[in-house]
């Protein structure tokens, strides 16, 4: 059934069937600007703003001039029944010391002419409307979404634009761990999708969109800010079976509005060390504004692994690369002034390599951050206190980090990792390398704190300290031996992976008695039990509440 909705300079005019003012204390002066409508003929309702105001205006089919006007800012809008509702508004009497309610029953032609009113009521109540002074070039500044306050535009720019080429959309559909798990986990959890409504956040390409049709969603909602929505635009309309479920919408989570409340999320919110990017944030902000109470989120809850590693080869690699400002007679010129600036330089790029698990240390902790519970503010700033056994006796050159997330679907749960030993995905693993190593015995207990704060570039400086507790006799009474620490920017890695990786031999390195791949603690199995899904092993970093 076609609603009758027409839309002219981002106003939206409906055709209702009828409405009547309701009996109002206000003064007779103003109580009855509605009595000229007539009962018997069409409605015209149309959401305007006038001098950065919402407004919804009535007024006769046959006329042009409003017969009744509602200020939207102060109005409320209820369902009486499928196709009535009542509106009503705060306003006050000429002396500006009373204050009244007035307002209206609205009757429309069918539900779907009902559903699109009420929508374009919230629309219209959200929208923020900023009134600002004249700039000196005489125009007004614009409003700042939630987004825009927290992140440079700068950065935000680039970002669309990487995520806006369809080549970089290739680079991740062409991750076939990445998109396969999602396919598995859409697609094995059919009970989930099955005549749900779902909203993709930050849909790309628009192929998790398509997944969640194929699973027999009622209707799909894809949100993408980039350019890339023309192109998922077009994708999905060549794929028209599963594209009549589907809306590609091109706007930021943090500013569109949508129609209906979704049973369930679907996103890749995830970035190098799970969380740059920033896009849990948006991840977490689309659930707080559109899903249902208990709907579920495709992610459910992410993990990020670390362990204490040895690499000789990736410490001597970076510290090398320093040697260029060594030169004593470079062009008659002596570069050694800034040897230690650029040594420190080299020492801040967190490392985005693939690297063999022998070369960790110790068995790894996790720290957990549930999608569903945590609050968007705990996402600024990420502590994590850490605390490993050394397995064998070496230097130990880092901190190494992955992640992993958990699809938990009401049929079957499902991991995608990104540890070592598992197939590599375009995430890689991340490294943060300390310039001073420490040395540890088999046995001996490294302590420290990974300390991570977000910035306004959607990325986290990261602060890593580990240290080496005393070994030996007297060890109760002694206290830290050694320590070592390092600040990185996690928005400028060293990306390694393209380059031969050299790993150590036992008689280089002494890893024979490293930890092997499967003690790392990376599968489904791990979450048998309930309560691990709620609560991390000891030696994990603190849960967020």
Known sequence: MEVSIRQKNNQQEFTLAAISELASTSPSSVSSSSSSLSHSLPVIARFDIDDGVAELRFRQESESVAEFLIDIRTAQLFKLGPIQSVCISEASSSDKEKSYSRGVTIQFRNEEESRAFHWAFEQSKNEVVVQAPCLPNGELSAAKSKFDDKIEASSAKMYFHYYGQLLHQQNMLQDYVRTGTYYAAVIENRADFTGRVVVDVGAGSGILSLFAAQAGAKHVYA????????????????????????????????????????????????????????????????????????????????????????????????????????????????????????????????????????????????????????????????????????????????????????????????????????????????????????????????????????????????????????????????????????????????????????????QDQQTQQLINPQDIQIHAEDFDEPELLQQPSQNSGAQFQ
């Open 223 to 506: 949100v993408e800010a980039s350019e890339m929505a023309e192109y998922a635009r077009k994708l999905i309309a060549g794929n028209p079976l599963l594209g009549q479920r589907i809306t590609v919408i091109k706007g930021k989570v943090e500013e569109i509005e949508l129609p209906e409340k979704a049973d369930i999320l679907i996103s890749e919110p995830m970035g190098t060390l799970l969380v740059n990017e920033r896009m849990l944030e948006s991840y977490v902000i689309a659930r707080d504004r559109f899903l249902v109470p208990n709907g579920k989120m495709f992610p459910t809850i992410g993990r990020i692994h670390m362990a204490p590693f040895s690499d000789e080869y990736l410490f001597v690699e970076i510290a090398n690369k320093a040697l260029f400002w060594q030169q004593q007679n470079y062009y008659g010129v002596d570069l050694t002034p800034l040897h230690g600036s650029a040594f420190g330089g080299y020492f801040s790029q967190p490392v985005v390599d693939a690297f063999d698990p022998r070369l960790l240390v110790a068995p790894a902790m996790f720290h957990l951050i549930d999608f569903t519970q945590i609050k968007e503010e705990d996402l600024y700033e990420i502590d994590i206190p850490l605390k490993f056994i050394a397995s064998v006796g070496t230097r130990v050159h880092g901190l190494a980090c992955w992640f992993d997330v958990l699809f938990n679907g009401s049929t079957v749960p499902r991991w995608l990792t990104t540890a070592p030993g598992a197939p590599t995905t375009h995430w890689y693993q991340i490294r943060c390398v300390l310039s001073q190593p420490i040395y540890v015995m088999a046995g001996q207990e490294i302590t420290g704190r990974l300390h991570m704060v977000a910035h306004s570039a959607q990325s986290y400086t990261i602060y890593l300290t580990l240290s080496a507790k005393m070994w030996g006799p007297g060890a109760e009474q002694g206290g830290i031996l050694q320590t070592s620490s390092c600040k990185l920017d996690l928005k400028e890695p060293y990306y390694r992976m393209s380059q031969p990786q050299a790993y150590a031999t036992p």
